[in-house]
Nanobody
Framework: AQLVESGGGLVQTGASLRLSCVGS????????MGWFRQAPGKEREFVAS????????RVIDSVKGRFTISRDNAKNAVYLRMNSLKPEDTALYLC??????????????WGRGTQVTVSS
C-alpha cells in the first residue's frame, strides 16, 4: 500500500496549485487524511487534516483562507487546493493517513511528498 502525492511545482507569488494524494493497495476511506510540509532546515509542520467523512477539517492559521483540504473516498484521494501562494509556503508537501487518537490523530502512513517552490 502507498500514498502518492502530485501537483507540486515552481510557481510565482500569488499563484495557485492543487496537490493530490492518491492511495493504492488499500482503501483509506475510513482514515483521517492530512497534509504536512517540511521546508529545508525546518521540522515537519502540520498543514491541514480532514476526517473520514469530510465533516471535520483543521487548518493551521498561516494558511487559513488560502488553502482548502478535501477528499474523494471513491477515488481514494485527498487534495490540497493552495491559493495566493507565498514564498514561505515553499516546502516538500506530504500527505498522511491517520486514525483518531483521543482529540487528535495518530499519523501512521506517509507518502514521499511533492515539492512546492514559490518564487518572490
Amino acid at each position: 500500500a502507498q500514498l502518492v502525492e502530485s501537483g507540486g511545482g515552481l510557481v510565482q507569488t500569488g499563484a495557485s496549485l492543487r496537490l493530490s494524494c492518491v492511495g493504492s493497495g488499500r482503501r483509506f476511506g475510513s482514515n483521517a487524511m492530512g497534509w504536512f510540509r517540511q521546508a529545508p532546515g525546518k521540522e515537519r509542520e502540520f498543514v491541514a487534516s480532514i476526517n473520514w467523512s469530510g465533516g471535520t477539517i483543521r487548518v493551521i492559521d498561516s494558511v487559513k483562507g488560502r488553502f482548502t483540504i478535501s477528499r474523494d473516498n471513491a477515488k481514494n484521494a485527498v487534495y490540497l487546493r493552495m491559493n495566493s501562494l507565498k514564498p514561505e509556503d515553499t516546502a516538500l508537501y506530504l500527505c498522511a493517513a491517520g486514525r483518531e487518537d483521543g482529540a487528535d490523530y495518530s499519523w501512521g502512513f506517509w507518502g514521499r511528498g511533492t515539492q512546492v517552490t514559490v518564487s518572490s
